[in-house]
């Protein structure tokens, strides 16, 4: 099994959510983030005064998946969250060693 996280600009999660359900992902789980990478923040004008905004909101996707599922879930993601600009964000690809269900004790790809 594998877990994606995904790191990706929040106008683009419907598109993202979307193209991974297209090819039946049906678990994801969504969190609001702030954060920066190389883009290292902007500066902004507020009544006549520049300050400079480090953390740029983001959104974190987390997916729990077969191994079959993963290529084809980053390939979707990384195209549906691409708009060539900076700050489109990351993607990072982990085992899982195991997984369990709490409410049946399901264990393993059963669990997903």
Known sequence: MKKIEAII?????????????????????VTEAKGFGRQKGHTE??????YVVDFLPKVK??????DTLAERAVEAIESAAKTGRIG????????????????????????I
């Open 61 to 66: 996707l987390e997916i729990i998946l077969e």
């Open 45 to 50: 004008l507020y009544r006549g005064a520049e």
């Open 9 to 29: 600009k929040p106008f683009k999660l419907d598109e993202v959510k979307e193209a991974l359900h297209e090819i039946g992902i049906q678990g994801i789980t």
């Open 88 to 111: 489109d964000g990351k993607i990072f690809l982990s085992s899982i060693d195991q997984v369990i269900r709490i409410r049946t004790g399901e264990t393993g790809v059963d669990a």
